[in-house]
């Protein structure tokens, strides 16, 4: 078969002869067989991705992991069916407020509006006076003025006496309402005080037996003859998401507060005795009063919103998509604060005056802030691979690693777990300003390449016909190019209504710094995605045995014949089908770790319509053999219930991976610090997500119009260390507007 190319009058008879002149725009010297034209290929450092015609690589799999390890859970397909109707269709697609918010960096900060809370002095005699907590308020509103040049009228304070449950609450309020805030403007609220735990009350599903609050000024007071309690996380929380579903989800959180009971060693606090006169230095206690389970019930949310919403439970477990929290320490630890200042602002200043907001996320921040005594900060939320401040989310190859010198040999503190697979290639810098200020490779100094990837660390080696360097106590690598495991293989048939197809494979071939996954043209029976020209239209094949094995074969969307459109949509299956089938060799959690999914019920009938109740699960577990059978009614809430059957603490991330449109979008993000951060499921623990203290929403189902069939995955990714996964996550090429 040959194709005529008429802007350039040549023909070319095979596919590789078709990519040599899209990359060089001449026809290739020989014509005279596919393997020379092959051979010439390969030689060119940019275009290593093309295999030979008659060799197939199967993609190895990770290496053998060591003491410590990572596991990608088996992930599940979803399976829904319309409530009308009884025929099983397909698997899900996520209905839930994702990032719409997601734009490019303006040149000027988008306004900030903020209210900063400081209390030192508490009415109550039995709660210890602190010294640092206003002054901690005070550096915050500074720093938001002088070097963000945030207006004053944007910041509200509340100090001391100004600070009651009542006008906290209002504040609160108040920002969701504010005409001044437009949908995606940053909100940041800060809190330094006291916070506390107390025993979980009846019938609130707080995953253990104790709930988190943050104190106001009056509390253990009593107004208009009621007892001023603290308020609750969940309470907070149910706020919080009422301001993200007004103006959007760009907000942050900090509390330079503790909620452990630990905080009673220091402090010798307990409110129902005293507490003696010594100077104080924990931001924190134990509070020995019992909440009544109705408090604050008529501030529990505002209704189940299109999307599945549920009410957030637990300071140091929200991983919600209404906010980042940063917070003082861990839910075992205690927030100190030294010569009238917290350490934990103090740092946090240090670290923000001296990179700048605009060129940090909020995991870059956490790992920047340096170990303070007994204390490791903490970063939560879906959203902290975001810039600080701004709902833009960075390029998915931002990911900075640490490069360390052991024996001699060149250690990269990444691994298979991170994603990195052996031929990955790293630029390495200095420091981590260097990287983010000069991000190109001709500010590098130098180039390694992944050997033998581990779970968590990788040998590395300089890269082939670059400089030897040397590196100090360490450095830090950005990954420039994919490993070898990494591809897509994808089927486009020789046909010149396709040119735009081989047009965008060119492209991607041309991209020298390309650190994605690459893209193999290979036949259609070992392909996991196959293109076709249909009726004006480029569609998409699904040949993926994940999704056809539920009869899932076509993409719902097409885009036009142009090498963008195309380019997009080739490049973001890349990523996800990478991501959907890496694992593990390693088999040791298949009987450790027990996954559920349940549908949900709203339990509580306390309050009017609009406010949700506790949901709790209802029936059984609807996995069935790797299979969860769900109603896809936009009414029907689910969520997941994930054990840990086993003596060691787990960090779990978990993605949905939606076949219809490649997006991926984060389901839960385990914890963020520079230190030792909270397991996401404790030893012999359970997490819940879409219900009880995990701070996620429930989640609801749908099929788009004209669609009778959909596959989805959830995929769990499990380890025994923190590993930021943060750049999975996708939005999808296709623009269904």
Request: hydrophobic share 35%; proline share 6%; with cysteine.
């Amino acid at each position: 078969m040959t194709m005529f190319l008429p802007s350039a009058n040549v023909h070319v008879h095979n596919h590789l002869e078709l990519l040599w002149f899209l990359l060089h725009g001449t026809p290739p010297n020989d014509m005279s067989s596919p393997s020379t034209v092959h051979r010439s290929l390969a030689q060119n450092e940019s275009s290593a991705m093309i295999p030979s015609p008659q060799k197939v690589e199967s993609g190895s799999m990770l290496s053998r992991i060591p003491f410590r390890w990572f596991r990608w859970f088996s992930g599940f397909a979803l399976r829904k069916s319309a409530a009308s109707s009884s025929t099983v269709s397909g698997s899900p697609s996520v209905s839930i407020a994702g990032n719409p918010n997601e734009t490019a960096i303006k040149n000027k900060p988008p306004p900030l509006f903020a209210l900063i809370i400081g209390i030192n002095q508490y009415a109550s005699a039995v709660i210890p006076a602190l010294k640092g907590a206003v002054g901690d308020a005070m550096s915050i509103k500074a720093y938001f003025e002088k070097e963000l040049g945030i207006p004053s009228s944007h910041i509200r304070t509340l100090c001391n006496e100004e600070a009651t449950r009542a006008a906290i609450i209002q504040q609160l309020r108040d920002l969701s309402t504010d005409d001044r805030i437009q949908l995606g403007d940053p909100i940041v609220i800060f809190y330094a005080g006291h916070g506390t735990t107390s025993p979980s009350p009846p019938g609130w599903e707080a995953g253990g037996p104790e709930i988190q609050m943050v104190v106001p000024y009056d509390c253990l007071e009593t107004v208009n003859d009621n007892l001023v309690y603290p308020i609750p996380d969940r309470t907070f929380g149910a706020l919080l998401e009422k301001m993200a579903k007004n103006k959007g989800d760009n907000l942050t959180v900090i509390f330079d507060c503790c909620h452990s009971g630990s905080g009673t060693r220091d402090t010798s606090l307990d409110v129902t005795g005293g507490a003696r006169q010594s100077d104080r230095s924990v931001r924190g206690f134990k509070l020995k009063v019992e909440i009544p389970p109705t408090l604050d019930g008529e501030k529990w949310g505002s209704g189940h919103d299109e999307r599945g919403s549920s009410i957030p439970a637990g300071f140091c477990h929200s991983r919600l998509r209404s906010h980042v929290m940063l917070a003082a320490c861990s839910s075992k630890e205690t927030a100190k604060e030294e010569a009238m200042k917290g350490r934990f602002t103090t740092a946090l200043l240090e670290v923000l005056s001296a990179v700048g907001a605009d060129r940090l996320t909020y995991t870059d921040l956490i790992q920047r802030i340096p170990i303070l005594p007994e204390q490791n900060p903490q970063c939560e939320g879906l959203n902290q691979d975001r810039i600080l401040f701004n709902s833009k989310v960075p390029s998915q190859n931002r990911q900075l690693f640490r490069v360390q010198m052991e024996d001699n040999r060149f250690v990269l503190q990444a691994g298979s777990a991170h994603g990195v697979t052996p031929g990955a290639v790293f630029s390495v810098y200095k420091d981590r300003d260097s990287a983010i200020t000069d991000p190109g490779a001709e500010h590098s100094i130098g180039s390694l390449t992944a050997s033998d990837p581990d779970a968590f660390s990788t040998r590395m080696i300089v890269t082939s016909g670059t400089p030897i360097f040397t590196i100090g106590e360490e450095a830090f690598a950005l990954q420039t190019r994919a490993g070898e495991e990494e591809d897509l293989r994808i089927h486009v048939p020789f046909d010149e209504k396709l040119l735009c197809v081989f047009q965008a494979v060119a492209r991607e071939m041309k991209n020298r710094t390309v650190s994605q996954q690459r893209i193999v043209l290979v036949d259609e029976a070992t392909a996991s995605l196959s293109v076709a020209f249909e009726d004006g239209v480029i569609v998409f094949n699904i040949r993926d045995p994940l999704a056809t094995t539920h009869g899932f074969t076509q993409i719902p969307f097409r885009v036009k014949p142009t090498e963008d459109d195309v380019y997009s949509v080739v490049r973001a299956a890349a990523h996800y089908y990478w991501h959907l089938h890496r694992t593990s060799k390693e088999r040791t959690l298949k009987d450790e770790v027990t996954v559920e999914a349940f549908k949900l019920v709203e339990i509580s009938d306390e309050y009017d319509d609009d406010i949700e109740g506790n949901l709790l699960p209802d029936g059984p577990n609807r996995i069935v053999d790797g299979v969860a059978d769900l109603v896809a009614d936009d009414e029907t809430a689910y969520g997941l219930k994930i054990t840990n059957n086993m003596d060691k603490d787990l960090y779990l991330s978990a993605f949905f991976f939606d076949n219809s449109d490649f997006s991926i979008t984060p389901y839960y993000q385990p914890a963020t610090s520079a230190g030792r951060a909270d397991p996401s499921v404790p030893a012999k623990q359970a997490l819940t997500i879409g219900y009880g203290d995990g701070g996620v929403p429930a989640f609801k189902y749908y099929l788009r119009e004209g669609q009778d069939l959909d596959i989805g995955f959830i995929k769990i990714f499990l380890s025994t260390e923190q590993v930021d996964l943060s750049h999975i996550r996708q939005l999808s090429p296709f623009n269904p507007g």
